[in-house]
């Protein structure tokens, strides 16, 4: 486990990315990505020989303008609660999550095939399908 090399408690002013330009499907494929903080800057950097996530605490850029995507900009503002770095099976640090403004996961980075990939996560919210599911499980 990393020791508190991240911005806990700070909130988030943007994000920058970098897409990776060899993957022509429509997933997004980055090559990094940069969370900005009031006083830092954490930067994840997918390694290619391991499809592992490199993880850097680094100083806030001095970028005056940067362009937080659409899919990132609902987490401006908010306070980073936690942050979980994964190790798989056989001890890779292949993804990282971060929880903001509640201790629940957020936004997820997993390394694969040498770039990363951004899954948004969101709580499953009870709906008639599901409550008529579990109705009828509950007679089984």
């Excluded at 002013?13 to 997933?27: H, Y």
């Excluded at 005056?64 to 001890?91: A, H, R, Y």
Aim: glycine share 4%.
């Amino acid at each position: 486990m990393v020791e508190n090399e991240f911005s806990i408690g700070q909130f988030l002013t943007a994000v920058s990315i970098a897409e990776d330009e060899e993957f022509l499907g429509n997933e997004l494929c980055l090559g990094k990505v940069q969370l900005i903080f009031q006083d830092s800057a954490v930067t994840l950097i997918p390694m290619a020989d391991t499809d592992e996530i490199e993880i850097r605490q680094e100083s806030v850029p001095t970028t005056s303008v940067i362009d937080t995507p659409s899919w990132c900009q609902s987490f401006i503002g908010q306070k980073l609660m936690t942050v979980w770095v994964c190790e798989n099976n056989q001890g890779y640090r292949d993804q990282v999550i971060f929880a903001f403004e509640y201790l629940r996961p957020s936004i997820a980075f997993v390394a694969e095939g040498s770039v990363m990939k951004v899954f948004c996560c969101e709580q499953i919210i009870r709906t008639q399908e599901i409550e008529n599911h579990l109705q009828h499980s509950d007679r089984l």
